[in-house]
């Protein structure tokens, strides 16, 4: 059973800035397709950014140039740097790891962490 465990969540302003992290268990975490997924209230968990390796990231387009996706596979860490936030970014952000085992690839997820952005 692989654990996500997150971190850094808050309220900041309009404009602020936040770092959250997710830290993973296990002793394969280069192997993890690692992503962060975000849900509003009364919408559906949409795709925040992913990493399936070391060097590849993707982002939606809601995000592109204000929040960066970065992983630490020595500490077995994703982070999701957020800046310019905008009261739009309030939600719960999750941390996802997708990970291959055999030919089946297993999908778990992070308790998630309420990022409030409001004046």
């Known amino acids: 059973q692989v654990q996500l465990v997150e971190s850094g969540g808050g309220s900041v302003q309009p404009g602020g800035s936040l770092r959250l992290s997710c830290a993973a268990s296990g002793s394969r975490f280069s192997t993890y397709v690692m992503g962060w997924y975000r849900q509003a209230p009364g919408k559906q968990r949409e795709l925040v950014a992913t990493?399936?390796?070391?060097?590849?990231?993707n982002y939606a387009d809601s995000v592109k140039g204000r929040f960066t996706i970065s992983r630490d596979n020595v500490k077995n860490t994703v982070y999701l740097q957020m800046n310019s936030l905008k009261p739009e970014d309030t939600a719960v952000y999750y941390c996802?790891?997708?990970?291959?085992?055999?030919?089946?690839?297993?999908?778990?997820w992070g308790q998630g962490t309420q990022v409030t952005v409001s004046s």
């Open positions: 990493m399936p390796n070391g060097t590849t990231t």
């Open positions: 996802n790891a997708d990970i291959p085992w055999g030919t089946t690839m297993f999908r778990y």
